[in-house]
């Protein structure tokens, strides 16, 4: 299963944890059934701050395991990357 987001946390342009899905990721994790979260953000100065923040809340919430991907050049865009380049960022996901 997966959880969009719908962005990342953006402060200057007035996006903060509010404007995203993140109250409903977390009731999505409630259930206990989740074994891992991988945390799939843009490689930019936005996407970092978004997945530190999901991770410090993934670990109030009680989640086991949870990851980060990387492998996707910084600077790049996840809409542009194709299925290799996915499955290496898969590969070497990273505890956060």
């Not at 009731?27 to 891992?36: A, C, I, N, P």
């Not at 989640?63 to 600077?75: E, T």
Request: some cysteine; hydrophobic content about 40%.
């Amino acid at each position: 299963m997966y959880h969009v987001l719908g962005g990342s946390l953006s402060p200057l342009s007035g996006r903060g944890p509010e404007q995203l899905r993140i109250k409903s990721l977390i009731e999505r994790l409630k259930g206990g059934t989740v074994e891992e979260i991988i945390i799939a953000t843009n490689p930019t100065a936005e996407g970092e701050a978004t997945a530190v923040y999901l991770s410090k809340l993934l670990k109030t919430a009680g989640c086991a395991r949870y990851a980060h991907w990387v492998g996707i050049p910084v600077g790049a865009d996840l809409e542009y990357a194709d299925e290799v380049t996915m499955l290496k960022a898969l590969e070497g996901r990273r505890d956060l």
